[in-house]
Nanobody
Framework: QVQLVESGGGLVQPGGSLRLSCVAS????????MGWHRQAPGKQRELVAS???????DYADSVKARFTVSRDDAKNTMYLQMNSLKPEDTAVYYC???????????????WGQGTQVTVSS
């Protein structure tokens, strides 16, 4: 079994910062690409940032220059540093990862349960 657990969400004022973490645990052989997605009330889930196994990153235009995605493969952990937060960043943030559970199995995508980020004064 593989689990992804997010943490670090909360309430922050506009202009503030938060750091989200996503820890993968369980029967893991290799973690491939990972990503952060978010879903605001009444809106579709959208990709915010992604990072490949060799460290290449990509960002949604709405968060470029404000958010930074990183990973620590020794800890099977991905981070999202969010700066200059805006009210429109309010959403539930989910992590997703492509994970192989053994040398003999293919990659499967897993999702975390989400963490709420609220940006409000």
């Amino acid at each position: 079994q593989v689990q992804l657990v997010e943490s670090g969400g909360g309430l922050v004022q506009p202009g503030g910062s938060l750091r989200l973490s996503c820890v993968a645990s369980g029967s893991i052989f290799r973690v491939n690409a990972m990503g952060w997605h978010r879903q605001a009330p009444g809106k579709q889930r959208e990709l915010v940032a992604s990072i490949t196994s060799d460290g290449r990153t990509d960002y949604a235009d709405s968060v470029k220059a404000r958010f930074t995605v990183s990973r620590d493969d020794a800890k099977n952990t991905m981070y999202l540093q969010m700066n200059s937060l805006k009210p429109e960043d309010t959403a539930v943030y989910y992590c997703k990862a492509g994970i192989r559970t053994s040398y003999f199995t293919g990659r499967r995508e897993y999702w975390g349960q989400g963490t709420q980020v609220t940006v409000s004064s």
